[in-house]
């Protein structure tokens, strides 16, 4: 008797699931199976973990272009030591849940972290590279010889930075005085 019940329980669940979601044209869901690779690593896992080396190699050298948006010219070029941080990146967290004395205390106000003789909770979470905020959206790659590149399109230019330096026609550097 109780299987019975179990499996008319089971049968009445299965009725009442809402139908699977479909677009206007009446299209479902589709889904594909990620192929990994020999590494275990999806190509996208990849491409981070691999950005994070580059990013975090020690005595590594990146080249930067400041490209305008209107003309393409390159108006700066430098060398960038290690790599570009965002603005938003941080060492502490930007908001904090509460403070306590005891640094093994288990709260559910988040994660423990050391603010001079005090633990502070906190519910951001560290990002893969050790620090706390947003960095500035952009997208990165690894050419076909292995070489990073890093693309920020923002407003009136265009950044890019690369482990080689890029072939460009001219690098114009303006500097606008204002006179009197």
Request: aromatic share 6%; hydrophobic share 35%; proline share 5%.
């Amino acid at each position: 008797m109780k299987q019975l019940v179990l499996v008319i329980a089971c049968v009445m669940c299965v009725a009442c699931e809402p139908p699977p979601a479909a677009s206007s044209s009446g299209l479902g869901r589709a889904t594909v199976q990620v192929p990994a690779g020999s590494d275990g690593l999806s190509m996208e896992q990849r491409n981070v973990r691999d950005r994070l080396l580059a990013d975090n190699k020690p005595g590594s050298i990146k080249h930067l272009y400041v490209i305008s948006a209107y003309s393409g010219q390159v108006l700066i070029y430098s060398t960038v030591r290690g790599k570009v941080t965002s603005s938003g990146k941080r060492l502490t967290p930007d908001t904090i849940s509460g403070i306590y004395a005891d640094s093994d205390n288990n709260s559910n106000s988040g994660f423990g972290v050391p603010i001079g003789s005090v633990t502070a909770m906190t519910r951001e979470v560290l990002s893969d590279d050790g620090t706390y905020g947003a960095s500035v959206p952009y997208v990165f790659w690894f050419d076909a010889k292995g070489a990073y590149h890093q693309h920020y399109v923002d407003g009136g230019q265009i950044l890019h930075i690369s482990d080689v330096p890029l072939a460009v026609k001219s690098i114009v550097l303006n500097m606008e005085t204002v006179g009197e």
